[in-house]
């Protein structure tokens, strides 16, 4: 039976490397030119959306999203969910029709083809650099001064062992939320490490429930909040996540 079901997922894992880069490869032309121009970046994002449901219908994946707030469109917001799989990234693109860009990591933009698609319309930083970061972070208000959006795994990684069910966070994202004087919202993402873990031989398709949390406003807040605020929001996915596991 373990045999049987492991070749399933052999198989069902590599279908997903298959279905993401096939498509990226055949909608190649078109995103080169979507991205060769900043300005263009909203017709980017609706390709991305599209491109991100298709890849979770493919899948076997049904996002399923509860929201205690609505996103409004044409609003700028800072987006704050739990990072624990490679699909958070296709699940946040799916479920906001509002643009925003990642903050991710700079390795991911050494992946052949995919790399060079997400580093012309990611921001890209080293943690571990604080030039990157400072460089990272005024790209970020860049962007935000555009009129979009800014999503950032606060966490920065996936955590390193299955047992950690949320990870220590960053300063990035409090710190725009409140220069910015802009809504923070924090998400939970409560089945990406069960559906599509990165330990190979496990995962199935199925339900990808998320919560949009009632957001958490920062006008008249200062620099000096920042962890009051990155506490909140720590607390508020912690919690979820912690009821849900029991």
């Not at 909203?42 to 707030?69: C, D, N, Q, R, T």
């Not at 604080?130 to 555009?146: G, Q, V």
């Amino acid at each position: 039976m373990n045999l049987f079901k492991n070749i399933f997922i052999l198989f069902w894992r590599l279908w997903f490397y298959f279905i993401v880069f096939t498509t990226i490869i055949i909608a190649l032309p078109i995103l080169v030119i979507v991205i060769s121009k900043e300005s263009r970046y909203p017709a980017f994002y609706k390709i991305a959306h599209i491109w991100a449901k298709v890849i979770l219908f493919m899948m076997g994946f049904s996002p399923k999203v509860f929201a205690e707030e609505e996103i409004l469109p044409d609003k700028s917001y800072v987006f704050c969910p739990n990072h624990t799989s490679i699909i958070d990234i296709m699940l946040m693109l799916s479920i906001s029709k509002n643009p925003f860009v990642f903050l991710g990591k700079k390795e991911l933009a050494n992946i052949p083809i995919f790399g060079y698609v997400y580093k012309r319309t990611c921001i890209l930083v080293d943690r571990n650099n604080t030039k990157s970061k400072n460089s990272a972070f005024y790209e970020a208000k860049k962007r935000l001064n555009n009129g979009l959006s800014i999503c950032i795994f606060p966490e920065g990684k996936v955590p390193d062992h299955e047992s950690i069910v949320l990870d220590y966070f960053h300063n990035g994202a409090f710190r725009l939320a409140i220069e910015f004087q802009i809504p923070l919202v924090p998400l939970t993402f409560y089945d990406c490490k069960k559906r599509f873990p990165f330990t190979f031989f496990k995962g199935n398709p199925g339900e990808l429930r998320v919560k949009i949390h009632r957001f958490l406003q920062t006008k008249d807040l200062t620099l000096k909040d920042r962890n009051s605020l990155k506490n909140n929001t720590y607390n508020i996915i912690y919690k979820e996540l912690k009821t849900d596991q029991n």
